[in-house]
């Protein structure tokens, strides 16, 4: 299946007669919902998102290949009947760049000039993820500055001062640098014997030694529910966290699972472009009343909109 052809079709079904107008439907959602509350997010990058689905061109190139791997399978209500129903079941409103591209801890991501950001939220995110994937992988904050900002090249604001030889010299640097990691990761992949069961001990990314024993332990879909009638994990976990379609299984008999002081994490709604205002008003008390049934205390804000992505619960003893 066409990942470009089924997203378009869940555009259309989304907005059905309004398609048309789509143009004015994304920048209406992006002004009445995502301007305020992201910052960083560009009404420009939000709507082609929504138009085509390609949220992060990283490079210059055409992006007109689609991620078949973003296609999966459904079981869906078709005729009448229960039948299995293949496309792209994703996101179409909110968009890809909550999670890592609306928030930096620099203060020069904040840039503006003539009203408008001069980082895009793609750069925000690819700068966020360096970070992470450097801290996790060394044990050390990411120092380097950020790539320069769309404006430092033509058609931007002219530097007074031209590069010194010290810049020249660091940027050749650099350059040599990446050949040579280029050369050295080539060199790895024509090393290994594809095909035979001899392979040179040759990994092609070194990773520093793990700061921490970690496991990931994936379950099946719907096992939820059965987690708290083994008695071994009675008070053995140290955090849960729930999506926001999830707070239904925000219950005494599974926060009985989480040890004595530990926490409980639940998606927070602000960032949801369909929900209506009502319902998000909504949204806090029920936490509340489930919290209160659950002995656990919010931590944080009581305002749903001073809380970024998250809301944060205590267990009480």
């Known amino acids: 299946?066409?990942?470009?052809?089924?997203?378009?079709?869940?555009?259309?079904?989304?907005?059905?007669?309004?398609?048309?107008?789509?143009?004015?439907?994304?920048?209406?959602d992006f002004s009445m919902k995502l301007k305020e509350r992201a910052a960083l997010l560009d009404s420009r990058?939000?709507?082609?998102?929504?138009?085509s689905g390609v949220g992060f061109e990283v490079r210059d190139g055409v992006y007109d290949t689609p991620n078949r791997t973003l296609c999966s399978g459904i079981i869906?209500?078709?005729?009448?009947s229960k039948r299995l129903a293949r496309g792209y079941w994703g996101d179409i409103t909110c968009s890809p760049y909550l999670s890592h591209g609306i928030y930096s801890p620099l203060k020069s991501m904040y840039e503006v000039r003539n009203r408008i950001n001069v980082r895009t939220s793609s750069e925000v995110a690819e700068h966020n993820l360096m970070c992470l994937i450097h801290q996790i992988n060394t044990g050390k904050k990411y120092n380097k500055p950020p790539k320069p900002d769309r404006f430092s090249f033509a058609g931007g604001e002219k530097k007074e001062e031209g590069a010194t030889l010290e810049e020249v010299i660091e940027e050749e640097e650099e350059e040599e640098e990446e050949e040579k990691n280029e050369e050295e990761v080539v060199e790895k992949i024509e090393n290994l014997n594809v095909g035979t069961n001899r392979r040179k001990k040759t990994p092609l990314m070194e990773l520093s030694e793990p700061k921490s024993n970690v496991s990931v332990k994936f379950l099946p879909l719907g096992t939820t529910e059965q987690l708290p009638e083994k008695e071994n994990l009675i008070k053995s976990f140290d955090l849960i966290y729930f999506s926001s379609s999830q707070v239904s299984y925000f219950t005494p008999k599974i926060t009985a699972l989480l040890k004595d002081d530990a926490n409980l994490v639940i998606e927070n709604v602000k960032y949801v472009v369909p929900l209506q205002k009502e319902h998000e008003s909504a949204y806090l008390p029920k936490i509340k009343e489930l919290a209160n049934n659950a002995k656990c205390e919010l931590l944080g804000s009581n305002d749903l909109m001073n809380n970024n992505f998250h809301l944060s619960f205590h267990r009480v003893n």
Do not use: C, H, P
């Open 1 to 28: 299946a066409v990942v470009s052809t089924q997203s378009t079709g869940r555009v259309r079904a989304y907005l059905e007669e309004r398609y048309d107008a789509g143009k004015n439907i994304f920048d209406m």
């Open 76 to 80: 869906k209500m078709i005729g009448g």
């Open 45 to 51: 990058e939000y709507a082609t998102w929504r138009k």
